[in-house]
């Protein structure tokens, strides 16, 4: 080959074979940023209506009116742009990822039951299951969030949270706090072990807390002078819940309900808790003399969705669908209004985008939008004691800000980009959508949970064709092939007969796909709904 | 904001109504006049008058002047009569009403799970009923802590509770506790036989025996310790148990024990557990057989708490007669008439009606079973069940006698508040239905009716 | 000749040698009742004389004959045998045992089994669900959706041939339900984004198609034997009756939505039907008027269907119901436990506004009219069943005793399982 040829194939070569690997510079070149005549909200004193920010080594370096512009920044021009303090998710579970498990009917059958079906895993920590990667930042980042805080939410002891920023895949480069908090859920089980009704669950918490307190004082007794006195069992879970039950660290209440936040807060008075309100049910305006003479500190939903045990929910969909427009919506202004100290939880809602639609709503029915956007940044720091490193816009704090086109959480709002731990994301806008013709392949194996069918493993493995849709329904008590199915732009529709100890039952599911995971309904002929998810299984 | 009225938000209207507009408990005065007044404790009064001053009757009588400032309730000749109770009930709890993971659960108590929403409460009013007593689930042996509420709807779980009514445990025997130890998932479980179910009682006192005796002796040598002052440490306290002091709260009276039982020879043999025991068994629940050992109930001193005629829907429920409750009331047992259903609990007052064709109970008799007895039952016979000055305005008006077949429960009042009123609520629908209409075609003209 | 003589002569000897019965009068007198017979009107000191199990004359000036036995009625009441619309007598003795239990085959399609194969005549729930007056019922399977073939039976006999008044009185559809969303948990689940119902209903008339098929082809074989006669089914077979409008069909039904579309449906497939349920029928009474369907009442010991019809919606939809014109009949439903409660049901429906004539008749002559036997039962007419009622006051009123229940012209014996423990215990001494 001549020489020139040869040193060409030579550079292709190398050129394909490094374009499939990702690219490592051996420094970040990328370290000083400066966002010039911008609108910025400290949230540490009044707007600054033109100014610059300088961002240094992942820190803010410098913000105001007349910062002088370092030689060796990167320059964005701010003219356009608001500056914010980056969001954060006071409370999720999103991105947590547990392994696929099966339901081992045998050891069901022999009654061998374990802490996790009795939701007792106070020893689970967000840590070790949360999964990051750039495609979930992106979806954060165009809403102006972060970082989040987040924790398992399933059972009665449910686990522990950490705290991330969205800037690095790597956990351990993105997480800030790990082991804060420890979530306590009113949540029986549903397999016959105790506690397995909502009344034996809160006398179970009673047990525990007193439990732990004991265990923390025996074991402390022992270890200070062991002679002449019992060595304590053992007990890896009290051990867990020794740090929560004597109040050295916080617990958070998951509460379904205002019932729930009223027992949360009759077992606060009674063992000396450090404690949040997480209130789920969007009910806590129904609490709020209570709540403010408890202090109370409250991490409230967006999902506004009306608990089954409330008035509106009883009295036939009608009722509740207006409770959910007119009353429920109101729950973050009514505790602002009360001076209730509260961050927005994204529990409740299924996607970074439905969370700010919630987060919307409660600006439309009343939450100042300078104060969501307070109780979406300064709040949280606050509450995870990380106020001197996040949440306002000060020299010398982490480098987390959002700079968008139009007032941040507005509904015309563009987020251009966003600074997390000092590194730039820019944000792309999305194409259109299309029409009726399918805009998801749903095809492959999808992992399904049922409400109130929580016990039972479900796999759907799905086929599709275009706008047809074969599959099958894999269920303990055997395979079963669809009869019907049909997909539409990102809905789904299939439908299953099966024959179960002698009952036939005809099962209809409809869902929406949005992204790795599906949200819908099923309805069993003639007997009831309940609502699904479903989780598609990699590989 | 005028709550907007629609044809389904009619109880949340009669809701505002008994919120709205109300002078305080103490000061407000309520007379109901010229009404037929079963007092239930025998006496009849025709073109009779009720005065209620806060929360209590202050007079029952005839022609009874109107204070000032009074509001005035004309009963236009109907009939009242002391505001039903129904003293075995599951409404108003939220969750599970069996705690299933463990045979003995007296740690669990319903007074933690109260939901004061639950519509049941609405429909126990349209039934008569004033006060209930809700309870654990028959699944165990030794249950859970029973609470009794009054149907204050609107007001809060706390602002329910019957303030001053004796804590419950439920005990259960016979075939509930058997079968809920297998059910499918899992293997079955001690206990399931009618033997292993009192031995399970048995060894949970013995337990409690222990422990409280642990604790007795912690006491002392804590006492000793600290008037050795430091010579002596004082001693690591036992481990707190909740279960074990809720037998042992058992043990020791402070909870009135109420025990669901079917077959005579389960009721006998607990009863002799009693008292080997010492435990005060107030009344047996359903005590279906009862009528088979009325004397031996009698000499005890049980009460019964039963169904006019629910039967035979399973095995120990089918040696039964719609008689029963008269003959174990003939024969000097006190006997209410309970629910132990949400449905049930809105007709009592028919049931009632059943135990006169059925073993020939007086009407009064009948009327007692609903009222004073299950009062007796619950502890709160000072406060409710019969209509006599200070007690608590607590009162059911009926169109026609309650024990008349075609009677319909009109107003229903709570300490003294109507928190029910069939005209209004007709009224309420009648609007609401007219509103819709007018909202669908704004140019017919709308005919009115319901 | 002589044979048959001697067959008689033997028959007479062989009963001279028998322990004496008390053989059943041929005739039997009520006199000086006050009488309710639902066709006309009330008659005070009134006698009705019975003869062969049937009503040969009612009125003032009726003379016993010598053999009559004679029952005086004074100061009571007499009204027509009730008729129980739906019911589960002689199926079930206890619901939480199994092995008593008859009324539910699995599977879904069962349109072939009959009642009448499975009633136990001595269960002892004909015994206590009589004593309040009832004294024919329909007994009926249930389960799937096509559960099989109902009977009216007598409450009193010795074997089902001797109870049974029709074999072959309805057939069943039960119509799928459109579900209630259910509220549990955090939040109140949705209602399915599809018309599911409708897709049932489909299969119902998919399945009544592939019937009307197999009969058509089975007529054709029969007068050409060039064509394949299809393969025997029992269950094609009983649809026959059904789609040719002969045997009625009780079609249970709950929500205003779905009774439109039953009304469709059965117009659709030219059904004789019969509503049973409608809990929200007066929602739509005027459709269900003018269909001409008429409904039986299930048991009103129920809610409301949804909380924002109302505390009263049970009892209201009665009442709506008879305004429109509807013909309307009681049932004691699912449990004959509780069967004794058939006009309790009634009075409660009074109660709440329902003229009392009408739900005398609801118990009589429009459950007769609705299952076709008007002719035999339902009023006290001469040529109809002797089917009676003595009762010592008002039988509507629950604290009424009915002393004596006439049942084809027979004063029955009126001895059931509460009375036997009644008797025993209340003798046990003090």
């Not at chain 1, 939701?119 to 750039?134: E, H, N, Q, R, W």
């Not at chain 1, 299953?496 to 409809?510: A, E, H, K, R, Y």
């Not at chain 3, 009589?364 to 003595?390: C, H, M, Q, Y």
Request: hydrophobic share 40%.
């Amino acid at each position: 080959m001549p020489h020139t040829r040869y040193r060409l194939f030579l550079l292709t070569v190398a050129l394909l074979f490094f374009a499939g690997l990702p690219l490592r510079s051996e420094q970040d070149l990328h370290r000083v940023w400066a966002v010039k005549d911008a609108r910025i909200v400290t949230l540490s004193g009044p707007p600054i209506e033109k100014g610059n920010l300088i961002i240094r080594d992942g820190l803010i370096e410098a913000v105001g009116a007349n910062i002088p512009i370092p030689k060796d920044a990167e320059v964005i021009d701010g003219a356009k742009l608001a500056v914010y303090p980056g969001l954060m998710d006071a409370l999720g579970q999103s991105l947590l990822k547990f392994p696929e498990e099966k339901l081992d009917m045998a050891r069901i059958r022999a009654g061998d039951f374990t802490d996790k079906d009795r939701g007792i895993t106070p020893g689970l920590a967000a840590l070790d299951y949360v999964s990051l990667g750039k495609a979930v930042f992106e979806k954060y980042h165009k809403l102006g969030f972060v970082a989040g805080h987040v924790m398992p939410d399933r059972g009665v002891f449910t686990g522990r949270s950490a705290f991330f920023l969205f800037s690095d895949p790597d956990k351990n480069k993105a997480l800030v706090l790990k082991d804060i908090c420890l979530g306590i859920g009113f949540s029986p089980s549903s397999f016959l072990v105790y506690p397995n009704s909502l009344m034996g669950v809160h006398a179970y918490l009673k047990q525990a807390l007193s439990d732990a307190i004991y265990f923390d004082q025996a074991r402390s007794r022992w270890l200070k002078e062991p002679r002449g006195q019992a060595r304590p069992d053992f007990n890896p879970n009290l051990e867990v819940l020794a740090d929560f039950a004597t109040a050295r660290k916080p617990v958070i209440f998951l509460c379904r309900n205002q019932n729930d936040i009223r027992r949360s807060l009759g077992l606060t008075a009674e063992y000396k808790l450090n404690y949040y309100i997480a209130d789920l049910g969007g009910e806590a305006f129904e609490v709020i003399p209570e709540l403010k003479k408890a202090g109370a500190r409250v991490l409230a939903t967006v999902a506004f969705k009306a608990p089954g045990s409330s008035l509106y929910a009883q009295r036939g969909r009608a009722e509740r669908e207006k409770a959910e427009k007119e009353v429920y919506p109101k729950n973050p202004a009514r505790l602002a209004e009360a001076g209730i100290p509260f961050a927005l939880s994204s529990l409740g809602s299924d996607d970074p985008k439905a969370f700010v639609e919630g987060i919307q709503k409660a600006i439309e029915a009343g939450l100042a939008r300078e104060k969501a956007v307070e109780v979406l940044a300064k709040t949280p720091a606050a509450f995870f004691g990380l106020e001197r490193a996040l949440g306002t816009i000060e020299p010398g704090k982490i480098a987390n800000v959002v700079l968008s086109e139009g007032d941040l959480l507005a509904k015309e709002a563009k987020v251009r980009f966003t600074f997390v731990d000092g590194r730039r994301f820019e944000l792309k806008e999305a194409k259109p959508g299309e029409g009726e013709k399918p805009t998801v392949n749903v095809s492959g194996k999808w992992e399904m949970a049922v409400e109130g069918q929580m016990a039972m493993n479900l796999t759907i493995e799905l086929s599709q064709e275009e706008a047809a849709l074969s599959g099958k329904l894999i269920t303990p008590f055997g395979a079963f092939d669809f009869t019907g199915g049909t997909v539409s732009g990102k809905d789904v529709a299939f439908e299953i007969s099966i024959s179960v100890g002698g009952q036939d039952l005809d099962l209809f599911f409809s869902a929406s796909v949005e992204g790795e995971r599906m949200r819908g309904s099923v309805v069993q002929g003639g007997a009831g709904t309940a609502e699904f998810t479903a989780k598609r299984i990699p590989g | 904001m005028k709550p907007k009225i629609t044809a389904i938000g009619i109880a949340a209207a009669l809701l505002s109504l008994c919120l709205s507009g109300r002078v305080s408990a103490a000061e407000r005065a309520v007379l109901l006049k010229n009404g037929r007044i079963i007092t239930g404790n025998g006496a009849t009064i025709d073109g009779g008058d009720i005065l209620v001053q806060g929360t209590k009757i202050a007079q029952v009588g005839k022609s009874l002047p109107a204070p000032a400032g009074a509001e005035t309730i004309d009963l236009n000749g109907r009939w009242v009569m002391p505001g039903i109770i129904d003293s075995h009930s599951h409404i108003a709890l939220e969750g599970d009403v069996n705690e299933m993971g463990d045979i003995i659960t007296a740690e669990v108590d319903c007074k933690d799970v109260i939901n004061p929403r639950d519509i049941n409460i609405f429909y126990a009013l349209t039934g008569g009923v004033t006060s209930i007593h809700t309870m654990h689930g028959s699944a165990n042996p030794i249950g859970g802590r029973g609470i009794a509420l009054k149907m204050r709807w609107g007001k809060s779980a706390a602002e329910l509770i019957f303030e001053g009514a004796p804590l419950t445990s439920k005990w259960a025997l016979g075939e509930n506790p058997k079968n809920s130890n297998d059910i499918g998932m899992g293997p079955a479980r001690y206990p399931k036989t009618r033997m292993g179910v009192e031995q399970s009682i048995r060894d949970q006192f013995e337990k409690a025996k222990d422990y409280m005796k642990k604790w007795a002796d912690y006491e002392k040598k804590a006492t000793a310790a600290k008037a050795s002052k430091g010579k002596t440490a004082p001693p690591p306290p036992p481990k707190k148990d909740y279960r074990l002091e809720g037998v042992a709260d058992i043990l020791s009276g402070k909870l009135w024990v109420r025990c669901h039982a079917y077959q005579s020879e389960e009721m006998l043999s607990i009863l002799r557990l009693c008292r080997e025991y010492g435990v005060k068994l107030v009344c047996f629940e359903h005590g279906l057989e009862g009528y088979r050992i009325t004397n031996e109930l009698r000499e005890y001193g049980v009460a019964v708490s039963t169904f006019a005629d629910f039967w035979a829907y399973k095995w120990e429920a089918y040696n039964t007669l719609p008689q029963a409750a008269a003959l174990c009331a003939k024969r000097g047992v006190l006997v209410a008439l309970n629910s132990d259903d949400a449905e049930r609990m809105r007709r009592l007052f028919n049931d009632a009606a059943k135990t006169v064709r059925f073993g020939g109970v007086s009407e009064d008799e009948a009327i007692r079973m609903l009222t004073i007895n299950p009062a007796k039952i619950l502890g709160v016979d000072a406060r409710v069940g019969t209509i006599e000055a200070g007690k608590d305005a607590d009162l059911a008006v009926f169109n026609r006698h309650p024990l008349d077949s075609f009677t319909v429960c009109e107003m229903t009042l709570v300490d003294g508040m109507v928190y029910f009123d069939r005209a209004k609520y007709l009224e309420e629908r009648k609007k609401a239905a007219e509103e819709e209409k007018t909202k669908k075609e704004p140019e017919k003209k709308s005919g009115g009716e319901v | 000749m002589r044979r048959l003589l001697g067959i008689t002569a033997a028959a007479l000897l062989m009963s001279a040698a028998l322990p004496s019965f008390e053989a059943e009068p041929a005739r039997l007198f009520i006199k000086n009742a006050t009488i309710v017979p639902v066709a006309g009107a009330r008659l005070d000191g009134g006698g009705i004389l019975v003869e062969n199990g049937k009503i040969k004359a009612v009125g003032k000036e009726i003379q016993a004959p010598a053999d009559a036995k004679v029952i005086d009625a004074s100061g009571m009441f007499v009204y027509p045998g009730f008729i129980d619309s739906y019911s589960h007598f002689g199926l079930v003795e206890i619901a939480a045992i199994a092995g008593t239990s008859d009324f539910r085959e699995m599977g879904k399609e069962n349109p072939e089994l009959r009642v009448v194969w499975a009633i136990n005549p001595h269960s002892v729930h004909f015994g206590t669900g009589r004593v309040t007056g009832t004294t024919t019922a329909l007994v009926a399977p249930a389960g799937g959706t096509f559960a099989g073939i109902s009977a009216l039976v007598k409450m009193d006999g010795w074997t089902v041939p001797e109870m049974t008044f029709k074999e072959a009185a309805t057939s069943f559809i039960n119509f799928p339900m459109t579900p209630r969303p259910v509220g549990e948990g955090i939040a109140v689940q949705s209602e399915a984004k599809e018309d599911v119902t409708s897709k049932l209903v489909d299969k119902i008339r998919d399945y009544l198609k592939e019937a009307r098929r197999y009969l058509e082809l089975k007529k054709l074989a029969a007068g050409d034997p060039g064509v394949k006669a299809p393969e025997y089914s029992a269950r094609y077979e009983a649809l026959g009756p059904v789609l040719d409008g002969t045997l009625p069909v009780i079609i249970s039904v709950e929500k205003a939505k779905d009774i439109e579309l039953a009304i469709k449906f059965v117009q659709d497939e030219k059904l004789k039907a019969v509503f049973r349920g409608c809990a929200q029928g007066f929602k739509v009474a005027d459709k269900i008027k003018q269909s001409g369907i008429p409904v039986i009442i299930d048991s009103l010991y129920a809610g409301p269907s949804e909380p924002e019809d109302g505390y009263d919606a049970p009892y209201r939809n009665v009442v709506e119901l008879a305004k429109a014109g509807v013909l309307i009949s009681f049932s004691t439903g699912d449990s004959p436990a509780q069967g004794k409660d058939l006009p309790y049901h009634a009075a409660k429906a009074v109660a709440f506004g329902l003229p009392y004539e009408e739900a005398v008749k609801a118990l009589t002559i429009n459950p007769a009219r609705i299952f076709g036997v008007e002719d035999r039962l339902g009023s006290i007419e001469p040529g109809k069943d002797a089917d009676l009622i003595i009762a010592a006051g008002d039988p509507l009123d629950m604290k009424t005793e009915v002393k004596q229940l006439v049942i084809n012209g027979k004063a029955i014996d009126m001895s059931n399982w509460w009375e036997t423990l009644y008797q025993k215990f209340k003798s046990r001494p003090e």
